[in-house]
């Protein structure tokens, strides 16, 4: 390694001072990001914004990362009680470090892995249960190429017979039981049949839910399980104090919802809410119109009679979005609507119906943090030199050029690597790969026009701020400076007039 760092060095002698990476940067690209700032997609003025919408898990409620182990533990020994599997899997514990957001999962092959959004895997990001599968073994898997066409085998809801989207963040339990079981299996030689392994742990997952344990955990101790709280009631008061009108849509039941609104807002939430729907089964809610609203009592107990206008402070259940617009008048982009899925809370409304969509991605605020490091700034800097140098040193093919051209693909290769390990070591980003956006950031600008790490990055701007996204260029776009990053700053001894190269 420092005899590839002397030689990278010795190449470079004689490049200029503002060659250096910590001077690469323009100072406008220097300023820090701010993780609770409000992200924009697409141009939106909240001044025309009347109606504000929400879904309540992970939007109204954020959780802490406790709750994982929780639902990973529970799942773990129901698989094991219920479904037979080996007693070997209870001694697995769930890893926080292991998985991200954004993943798919292909069921024939039990490959866990990052796509690209132009349908990549990127390599080096496949794993078969804990261990990961060589990037020549991944290509020959499909075909001798990287390349999955996901519109054979998964839906739009990033369901299909062959592979899954992991879009939630209750998903991050279920990946990592998921590879664990995988694990097991292969460690110990046992023979599995990949579709039921699948379809036993997304099983055993679900009754975690189904069953109400995470219901339980939450509320024997919403101090420690819910996060932010205070701030989720001082937005919603100040929305509805600048005359907003609210509603919300969740797939929770009314009792848990109600007593962690009641943590959070206290008594009266429901004065706060001009509509509230419970076990609304999103997304069906979304496109199923046969389901009919129904109203549940303080008990709980469901009425038969039919629904022909949806009153405040009552609580409503399932229903479906087609009856709710009728009944409300609330349509276009004068309704604004934040969830944590992009799947089953915002895709059908923005596409179908016109709503204005907010996405509430926690893991913002870490990324971000990560990208303000000195480290991350100074290994883009200089991978995106490299890059540049790389495009233009192609044309060279003399020995001492190819030489060079060599060692410095290697280093951009092992800064990748480097700074895909900041974010997560086995996964990276979940915005991005190497360079390309990730599926889940595709999905992300295509289904949100805002995003943010909590709720509570509203409290930052004025009911009547405006959301600018900047423009962000396209490769015959690439700005002045971008260009002089990668060739007019930067000379070499052995090709002095590579910065006339356009």
């Given at each position: 390694?420092r005899?590839?760092e002397?030689?990278i060095?010795?190449?470079?002698q004689?490049?200029?001072a503002?060659s250096?990476p910590?001077h690469?940067l323009p100072?406008?690209?220097?300023?820090?990001?701010?993780p609770?700032a409000i992200?924009?997609?697409?141009?939106?003025?909240l001044?025309?914004v009347?109606i504000?919408?929400?879904?309540?898990?992970y939007?109204?409620?954020?959780?802490?990362d406790a709750?994982?182990p929780?639902?990973?533990?529970?799942a773990?020994?129901?698989?094991?009680?219920h479904?037979k599997?080996p007693?070997?899997i209870?001694?697995?514990d769930y890893?926080?470090?292991?998985a991200?957001?954004g993943?798919h999962?292909?069921?024939?092959k039990?490959?866990?892995?990052?796509?690209?959004?132009?349908?990549?895997?990127?390599?080096g990001?496949?794993?078969?249960?804990?261990q990961?599968?060589?990037?020549?073994?991944?290509?020959?898997l499909y075909?001798?190429?990287q390349?999955?066409p996901l519109?054979?085998?998964?839906?739009?809801?990033?369901?299909?017979?062959?592979?899954?989207?992991?879009?939630?963040i209750?998903?991050?339990p279920?990946m990592a039981?998921?590879s664990?079981?995988v694990?097991h299996?292969l460690?110990?030689g046992?023979?599995?049949?990949?579709a039921?392994?699948?379809k036993d742990v997304t099983?055993a997952?679900?009754?975690v839910?189904?069953?109400?344990?995470?219901?339980?955990?939450?509320?024997?101790d919403?101090?420690k399980y819910?996060?932010?709280g205070d701030?989720t009631?001082?937005v919603?008061s100040?929305?509805?104090d600048h005359?907003k009108?609210?509603?919300?849509i969740?797939?929770?039941p009314?009792s848990?919802?109600?007593k962690g609104?009641r943590?959070?807002?206290g008594p009266?939430?429901?004065?706060?809410?001009?509509?509230?729907i419970v076990q609304?089964?999103?997304?069906?809610?979304f496109?199923?119109r046969?389901?009919p609203?129904?109203?549940?009592?303080e008990?709980?107990?469901?009425h038969?009679?039919?629904?022909?206008?949806?009153?405040?402070?009552?609580?409503?259940r399932q229903?479906?979005l087609?009856?709710?617009l009728?009944l409300?008048e609330?349509?276009?982009p004068?309704?604004?609507y934040?969830g944590d899925?992009?799947?089953s809370?915002l895709?059908?409304?923005?596409l179908?119906?016109?709503w204005r969509?907010?996405a509430?991605i926690?893991?913002?605020e870490r990324?971000i943090?990560?990208?303000?490091t000195?480290?991350?700034?100074?290994s883009l800097t200089?991978?995106q030199?490299?890059?540049g140098?790389?495009?233009r040193?192609q044309t060279?093919?003399d020995a001492e050029?190819q030489?060079?051209?060599?060692?410095?693909?290697?280093?951009?290769?092992?800064l990748?690597y480097?700074?895909k390990?900041l974010?997560?070591?086995?996964f990276?980003?979940?915005f991005r790969?190497?360079?390309?956006?990730?599926y889940?950031?595709?999905r992300l600008?295509?289904?949100?026009?805002l995003?943010?790490a909590?709720?509570?990055?509203?409290l930052?701007y004025?009911v009547?701020?405006?959301?600018?996204?900047?423009?962000?260029p396209?490769q015959h776009?690439a700005?002045?400076?971008m260009?002089?990053l990668?060739t007019?700053?930067?000379?070499?001894?052995?090709?002095?007039?590579?910065a006339?190269?356009r």
């Amino acid at each position: 390694m420092r005899d590839r760092e002397r030689g990278i060095s010795s190449a470079l002698q004689g490049l200029p001072a503002s060659s250096d990476p910590a001077h690469l940067l323009p100072p406008e690209v220097c300023s820090l990001l701010n993780p609770a700032a409000i992200y924009a997609n697409n141009e939106i003025s909240l001044r025309d914004v009347e109606i504000y919408g929400f879904d309540y898990d992970y939007t109204l409620a954020q959780y802490a990362d406790a709750l994982h182990p929780e639902i990973f533990n529970a799942a773990r020994d129901i698989l094991v009680e219920h479904y037979k599997y080996p007693e070997g899997i209870r001694k697995y514990d769930y890893n926080p470090s292991f998985a991200i957001r954004g993943l798919h999962y292909d069921i024939q092959k039990s490959l866990l892995m990052k796509i690209d959004a132009f349908h990549y895997v990127q390599l080096g990001t496949a794993y078969r249960g804990l261990q990961p599968v060589p990037d020549e073994e991944v290509i020959d898997l499909y075909g001798g190429t990287q390349h999955i066409p996901l519109y054979q085998m998964s839906g739009f809801y990033g369901k299909g017979p062959s592979i899954k989207q992991f879009m939630d963040i209750f998903s991050l339990p279920e990946m990592a039981l998921l590879s664990c079981v995988v694990d097991h299996f292969l460690g110990h030689g046992l023979e599995f049949d990949q579709a039921h392994l699948y379809k036993d742990v997304t099983d055993a997952i679900r009754d975690v839910h189904v069953k109400g344990l995470m219901y339980q955990w939450i509320e024997r101790d919403m101090e420690k399980y819910i996060l932010r709280g205070d701030e989720t009631f001082a937005v919603l008061s100040r929305l509805v104090d600048h005359g907003k009108q609210l509603f919300l849509i969740t797939n929770s039941p009314f009792s848990f919802v109600d007593k962690g609104m009641r943590h959070m807002v206290g008594p009266d939430w429901r004065q706060l809410f001009d509509v509230v729907i419970v076990q609304a089964d999103k997304p069906s809610f979304f496109t199923d119109r046969r389901k009919p609203f129904r109203k549940l009592d303080e008990k709980g107990s469901l009425h038969w009679d039919r629904i022909t206008r949806l009153e405040k402070g009552k609580i409503y259940r399932q229903g479906n979005l087609f009856d709710f617009l009728r009944l409300t008048e609330w349509r276009g982009p004068r309704v604004l609507y934040f969830g944590d899925h992009l799947y089953s809370d915002l895709a059908d409304l923005m596409l179908r119906h016109g709503w204005r969509t907010g996405a509430i991605i926690p893991e913002l605020e870490r990324e971000i943090r990560i990208i303000n490091t000195e480290q991350y700034m100074h290994s883009l800097t200089w991978q995106q030199a490299l890059t540049g140098l790389l495009e233009r040193m192609q044309t060279y093919q003399d020995a001492e050029s190819q030489q060079v051209l060599a060692a410095w693909m290697k280093e951009r290769q092992e800064l990748r690597y480097i700074t895909k390990a900041l974010f997560n070591a086995q996964f990276g980003s979940i915005f991005r790969t190497f360079h390309n956006p990730t599926y889940f950031s595709r999905r992300l600008v295509r289904f949100s026009d805002l995003y943010m790490a909590s709720l509570s990055c509203l409290l930052n701007y004025r009911v009547d701020f405006t959301f600018y996204p900047r423009r962000t260029p396209l490769q015959h776009e690439a700005p002045l400076w971008m260009d002089q990053l990668c060739t007019g700053c930067m000379k070499t001894p052995f090709l002095g007039d590579m910065a006339h190269i356009r």
